[in-house]
């Protein structure tokens, strides 16, 4: 029979979904069949499926640990923030509306049966479910109607392991505190809990990990030392992009800046870039002004293009992009960010915010009208300067259209997809993945001056992906972990 074990956590951003990654590849090693499951997940970095929807970019890492095709059932409520009060609300991959926080906690409840449905279906095809939670159990407020932690649990008879972050300070007082806060009946779910992130020797902990297995009454599986090649895995979190808003680590003479929009999207275009040695990466804060040594600028994506686009003049990043074309750098808008620089964005139906019309950077002659439909699909392509054939996918509302289109960046089964200056140093392209191909980033790198690239990079997340597993076996009960499923 198909069990399942979930991860919840004492916060945000206390690894669930690296710890996660890790489990679902050490029971793969263990000959088993496994998929990766979320509830529900909030993010605006998304994944296109093999079944034609959308997930959050952790799921499909995870998946990519379970060496599974990715499926919108591994994460069927997505939650796309748009701006500070509202999300598109995505469900088993497709957009459903666009809520509120307020609308959104009333909607919450109804959406548990399609959780259910699509957890089921992945138990029905694996022989073990891994299940990521979502914030933390003790936010006892939203503990109605939850679809995410312990709402979550008890409805599917999922144990609980609880993971802790102790890189942050207090891990006693989080994981004895949830206890404390949380419904005896939820508590009951637990079966046990992990220290994460530990710095040092982790035989310093030794009393306050007793301390906690003696306040709880929960089995500890073990203390996690800080996994040091953690920056190597996609990131789901902008602010965990490496090299963010300081140099990248890696020294390389290439500098690429990416400017940090305020809803930014599907950034890890960026994640193969940061690996490369010849390349020096960079996050721009807002304030920030773009460095007069940058060889390329690169504007990415976003959930709320009108409303970057404002948040981009705001920071004076406009007139800084003009002095960067003088001096004869290069500039690559993807999807949101080709959008950005047509001369106008149209939006009458009012599908991204207030409707109505923004005018552009208009370093492209195009011209932007976003629509109601949204395209989701993977994509191959020729890149239309070098003849490099690339894998990517799309992920976007709105059409894009203008003379510069007659100039396309690449090709897709025949017709012409992006636009291209008539001097060459602007780019825009809907496609994002393209860096993860290995050939095209290679072209890529080498047409802006650099050194092109003698990296691969699926096969550096794979083998990272191993060294998480590994790293997992040596520290933590993992055995012990896995045995707990049910």
């Known amino acids: 029979m198909s069990k399942a074990i979930m991860i919840q956590g004492t916060g945000s951003n206390v690894g669930k979904s690296m710890l996660v990654a890790g489990l679902c590849r050490a029971a793969v090693r263990r000959g088993l069949s496994v998929a990766p499951f979320k509830s529900q997940n909030m993010s605006n970095n998304a994944a296109v499926t093999s079944d034609g929807g959308e997930i959050g970019r952790a799921q499909a890492l995870q998946a990519l640990a379970c060496r599974v095709p990715l499926t919108v059932h591994m994460n069927p409520v997505l939650l796309k923030p748009e701006t500070d009060v509202g999300a598109q609300v995505v469900v088993q991959g497709k957009r459903l509306t666009t809520a509120k926080a307020r609308d959104y906690s009333k909607l919450k409840p109804t959406l548990m049966t399609r959780v259910l449905e699509s957890f089921e279906l992945l138990k029905s095809q694996h022989d073990l479910v891994i299940v990521e939670g979502a914030g933390s159990p003790a936010e006892v407020n939203l503990r109605q109607g939850d679809i995410a932690n312990m709402g979550f649990a008890q409805a599917s008879d999922t144990p609980v392991i609880l993971a802790g972050d102790i890189d942050r300070g207090g891990v006693i007082a989080q994981l004895v505190g949830t206890q404390a806060v949380i419904d005896p009946e939820d508590a009951a779910m637990v079966r046990g809990f992990l220290v994460n992130k530990f710095r040092g020797d982790p035989s310093l902990f030794d009393d306050g990990y007793a301390f906690i297995e003696e306040r709880t009454g929960w089995p500890g599986f073990g203390v996690l030392p800080h996994f040091p090649d953690a920056w190597k895995l996609p990131a789901e979190d902008a602010l965990d992009i490496r090299g963010s808003g300081r140099d990248s680590g890696r020294g390389g003479d290439l500098k690429i800046v990416c400017l940090g929009l305020s809803r930014i999207a599907n950034f890890d275009d960026l994640d193969p870039l940061a690996q ?211």
Request: with cysteine; proline share 3%.
């Open 276 to 486: 490369e040695p010849s390349v020096h990466l960079s996050m721009l804060r807002a304030g920030q002004v773009i460095p007069g040594d940058t060889d390329l600028v690169i504007i990415p994506g976003s959930k709320s293009t009108r409303g970057d686009l404002a948040f981009l003049r705001a920071q004076g990043w406009d007139v800084d992009l003009q002095a960067h074309l003088r001096r004869g750098g290069a500039l690559l808008g993807i999807c949101g960010g080709y959008q950005m620089l047509g001369s106008s964005i149209s939006d009458p139906e009012g599908i991204e915010g207030a409707p109505g019309e923004t005018q552009g950077l208009g370093f492209l002659d195009v011209t932007t009208r976003m629509t109601s439909d949204k395209r989701l699909t993977e994509t191959n392509a020729i890149h239309t300067a070098s003849g490099q054939s690339f894998a990517g996918y799309e992920i976007h509302i709105g059409r894009t259209e203008g003379a510069d289109c007659e100039r396309p960046f690449a090709q897709v089964n025949g017709r012409n997809e992006g636009a291209v200056s008539l001097n060459g140093a602007v780019m825009g392209s809907y496609l994002h993945g393209m860096f993860a191909d290995d050939g095209f980033r290679s072209a890529f790198l080498t047409s802006l001056g650099g050194e092109g690239s003698g990296t691969s990079y699926s096969q550096t997340v794979d083998d990272t992906l191993d060294a998480l597993a590994d790293h997992l076996e040596t520290h933590l009960d993992v055995e012990g972990l896995l045995a707990s499923a049910r």
